[in-house]
């Protein structure tokens, strides 16, 4: 069974600062998905990583892949306020389902 | 513009109540998905389906049932027999990526 974790689940930061999110997963899988949810909202897509090694970057954040150690980073760079939301990973399981981590809760201060 | 719409956004269910949340969507997405989400938590896989007319349980299927009778619609039924209703059901669909509905909050009064 597929497992998914992230660490840490609460992180609470000053803008300026760089910080990383880890997810881990337990089997082998091909994509891993990262997505910001602000509160009460749906889902918005940041990142889709689909090979060892891969680098995704955009703006403040940057997402890499490690398949072999089956972990995923997510790194926050000189953090602003509007970067505040929770952070999923998810993992692809078999032809088309997701598993999810329990989500990081990152709160920036100025 | 193409996307996942859902409704209601709030839903409100009595005691022994059967209640059905709508999704459809416009992208042409073979896969449809629902998901489940408490408070402080990830997302659960509820249903899912690949193609019409076919749909297989995820995780937390208890309580739930779909149907997929047009490739655009994956309606989900929470009944009686689900007895901790409340929570964010988020829909979605997919070819390749993902994409997600808005989403409905349902509550048990």
Redesign the interface.
């Known amino acids: 069974e597929l497992k998914v974790e992230q660490n840490p689940l609460f992180l609470s930061m000053q803008e300026g600062k760089n910080y990383t999110i880890y997810c881990n997963y337990s089997t082998t899988s091909d994509r891993l998905y990262w997505y910001r949810q602000d509160p009460g909202k749906s889902l918005e897509s940041l990142f889709v990583l689909l090979s060892n090694g891969a680098v995704k970057q955009e703006g403040r954040l940057m997402a890499s892949l490690d398949t072999k150690a089956r972990l995923s980073t997510l790194h926050i760079t000189a953090a602003v306020h509007d970067l505040s939301a929770t952070y999923f990973c998810a993992v692809g399981q078999g032809a088309q389902k997701l598993v999810f981590g329990q989500g990081t809760r990152l709160t920036i201060n100025p | 513009d193409g996307g996942i719409t859902q409704s209601p956004k709030y839903l409100f269910r009595k005691e022994g109540q059967n209640v059905t949340l709508s999704c459809e969507q416009n992208l042409n997405h073979d896969?449809m998905?629902w998901?489940r989400q408490d408070p402080?938590?990830?997302?659960?896989?509820i249903y899912?389906s690949?193609i019409v007319n076919d749909f297989q349980k995820?995780d937390i299927a208890e309580g739930y049932s779909v149907s997929r009778e047009k490739k655009e619609s994956f309606p989900l039924t929470v009944t009686s027999a689900q007895k901790n209703p409340t929570a964010?059901y988020?829909c979605a669909s997919?070819r390749g990526?993902?994409?997600?509905?808005?989403?409905t909050?349902l509550t048990v009064v």
């Open positions: 896969a998905y998901y402080g938590q990830g997302l659960r896989l899912y690949q995820g964010f988020l997919s990526g993902y994409t997600f509905g808005s989403g909050r």
